[in-house]
């Protein structure tokens, strides 16, 4: 009885100090960790033998230690450190005018807006795809194989097709990009809308018939309310392939202007931590994109009534 | 008119429709300058097909063979058509071969262009794909058991994986292109990346996918750790791999010719995407896709055979 009373606050106090690393916060910051100290080591690694050459063609002797400094401090080194990465992104976002050509922020913005579109474009399509094939059984038989097996065909291999032919008829820009980004993102949205426009179940739509309600009422009332937590699991996964299909829109066309011209021009020059920052600079806007559908979601499902799984 | 009698006597009769607007199509004196009745004929043809394909989808057969042969006729009767609207718009209208070449014309220079596909073809899909694919899925699912082995791990690598699997991962081509240089193994190096968090999501999704039940079970007959792996958290997490070894045949070929956008020796399907695009024969460009959608559907299709025969418990093959 002592010993139980004597350790009782003790696991408890060990318990909050450790709610940390029950939930997920602490793991994943050990692994983030991992992945920075291995990058500095793989850093060191792969720039030490282009550091030990170019001071052996200056005719100068280091110590270990300045060629470890050097390695890390490299114009274009073959693995730029994680610090050199966040230095460029500091250059080219806050310390250039937005307006330059030379600011991350322009690039970006010039994706983002051939995202959004294509997203816009692409969702519209998958969902009028999605209404159609639940309501016009021919549709669902003839036009849902195709949607499906359209996946297994690397849809990207077409995107300097639809960039050169629409580009030889006049139309450039915007919106070739953010046919390419539809194209890839209307599948998902039709697959889980699909799913949510079926996902009421026979009782819930014998009571819908027994108020003698029409098919649009149907719809409107039980249909598309039920699909809504299907098409934002869907949206997810589109905006974030919306965003691979503007930037691979951007390579064909000769890198102009975006994050995927400024890859293939840091490819083309070398410039391995320009090509670094602007991957950063996909990412981020990646997981702000999905941050905000999946914000979308929360708050849609809240009022639907769902539980969060 | 019920809907079997409308598929009956509509189908033969558009089909045959369909092969006379065909021959009628590339016809000297109407290729490029069809008057307005050839397309009133279109327009019935399109009507007629609609009604059949409708009446098709809507008819019900008790005899199972019958029925799936008719559940199979309706999509391909449906790409068909498809390709003959194509056929018939781009050829009946003359438009020019730089913006779209006629299915005709593709097929003709698939056939006449086979030694360059089949050098393109064992260039992106022999070696990048397969070669990255397997290294990428294999080291996934090795992470994967390491992970399930250390929950400390799994917590720290789940959420990282989800979240690496959202972010455009193609970007790290170029990087790839400079370390591994211009061949093979760089494009194999972007698949590996690419198909890696995959196989690791969906591999430790699965291998917690074992009830509860059977794993006391497992337990009460003093299985260890590699028996109940081997005996019941691997089987019950096949679905899983298999999913993502379904999601990761698309990606692989997706990553491989995109990869190639960005320097390759002088052969390969992205780089004669490229180099055709640019020298605006589009009809080769059209062949190149033609290629990689039949490698990709015959990827897909392969491992779907295989999943079919190795997870034959599952409740979505039981009939």
Redesign the interface.
């Given at each position: 009885m002592t010993t139980e009373a004597l350790t009782l606050p003790v696991r408890q106090a060990r318990q909050k100090s450790s709610r940390l690393w029950k939930g997920n916060t602490g793991p994943v910051l050990v692994v983030v960790l991992a992945v920075v100290v291995l990058w500095y080591v793989a850093a060191v690694a792969m720039n030490w033998q282009g550091v030990t050459d170019a001071f052996e063609r200056a005719g100068e002797q280091r110590s270990t230690g300045e060629i470890l400094l050097a390695t890390l401090e490299q114009e274009r080194p073959m693995l730029p450190a994680p610090h050199q990465i966040l230095i460029e992104l500091k250059k080219t976002v806050i310390d250039m005018p937005v307006t330059s050509r030379r600011n991350l922020l322009f690039h970006g913005w010039v994706t983002l807006s051939s995202t959004l579109l294509g997203f816009a474009l692409g969702s519209l399509l998958g969902v009028v795809l999605a209404v159609l094939i639940v309501h016009v059984k021919t549709l669902e038989r003839s036009l849902m194989p195709w949607i499906i097996s359209s996946q297994t065909i690397p849809i990207l291999a077409i995107a300097p097709i639809i960039i050169v032919v629409l580009g030889s008829i006049g139309i450039t820009g915007l919106f070739p990009k953010a046919i390419i980004s539809a194209y890839l993102c209307f599948f998902p949205i039709t697959i889980s809308m699909v799913k949510g426009l079926t996902s009421p179940d026979i009782m819930q739509r014998d009571l819908m018939r027994t108020y003698s309600a029409s098919r649009t009422q149907t719809f409107w009332k039980l249909r598309l309310p039920a699909s809504l937590p299907y098409l934002f699991a869907g949206l997810k996964v589109a905006i974030a392939i919306s965003l691979v299909g503007a930037i691979v829109g951007e390579l064909p066309t000769g890198a102009q202007a975006g994050l995927g011209a400024r890859l293939l021009a840091g490819s083309y020059y070398g410039q391995t931590i320009q090509i670094w920052a602007a991957l950063f600079g996909a990412a981020i806007l990646a997981s702000a994109l999905v941050a905000i559908v999946g914000l979308g979601e929360r708050i849609v499902n809240s009022r639907m009534g769902v539980r969060a799984a | 008119m019920s809907a079997a009698r409308r598929a009956m006597i509509l189908t033969p009769l558009a089909a045959l429709g369909c092969l006379y607007a065909l021959i009628l199509v590339h016809r000297p004196a109407v290729a490029g300058q069809a008057g307005p009745a050839f397309w009133v004929f279109v327009a019935v043809l399109w009507v007629a097909a609609?009604l059949a394909?409708?009446g098709?989808?809507?008819l019900r057969l008790r005899n199972p063979g019958a029925r799936r042969l008719v559940?199979l006729s309706?999509?391909v009767?449906?790409?068909a058509f498809l390709f003959f609207l194509w056929e018939v718009i781009v050829v009946g209208a003359g438009v020019p071969s730089?913006?779209?070449p006629a299915p005709s014309s593709i097929a003709s220079r698939f056939a006449a262009s086979l030694p360059v596909l089949r050098d393109d073809f064992v260039q992106t899909f022999m070696k990048s794909v397969l070669s990255g694919y397997m290294i990428g899925c294999l080291s996934g699912f090795v992470v994967a058991i390491i992970a399930d082995r250390i929950p400390?791990?799994?917590?720290?690598?789940?959420?990282?994986g989800n979240?690496v699997s959202?972010?455009?991962v193609?970007?790290?081509?170029?990087?790839m292109?400079?370390?591994f240089g211009f061949d093979w193994p760089s494009k194999a190096a972007v698949v590996v990346v690419m198909t890696f968090f995959p196989m690791l999501i969906n591999t430790v999704a699965g291998l917690a996918a074992a009830g509860r039940l059977e794993r006391d079970l497992m337990h009460s007959y003093a299985a260890g750790y590699w028996t109940g792996l081997i005996k019941l958290r691997l089987p019950v997490a096949l679905p899983f791999i298999f999913n993502a070894l379904k999601i990761n045949?698309?990606l692989a070929?997706?990553g491989a010719?995109?990869a190639e956008?960005?320097?390759t020796p002088i052969v390969g399907?992205?780089f004669r995407?490229?180099i055709e695009?640019a020298r605006?024969a589009?009809d080769m460009?059209?062949a190149?896709?033609a290629l990689?959608?039949i490698a990709?559907?015959a990827?897909?299709?392969i491992i779907a055979l295989v999943e079919r025969a190795a997870t034959f418990w599952h409740p979505s093959y039981r009939t």
């Open positions: - | 609609g394909l409708g098709l989808s809507h559940g309706v999509p009767l449906f790409g730089v913006l779209m400390f791990l799994r917590r720290g690598l789940l959420p990282l979240f959202a972010l455009p193609i970007g790290i081509a170029p990087i292109v400079m370390w045949s698309t070929l997706i010719i995109v956008f960005f320097g399907m992205g995407i490229s695009v605006m589009l460009v059209w190149e896709i990689a959608a990709g559907s990827f897909y299709g």
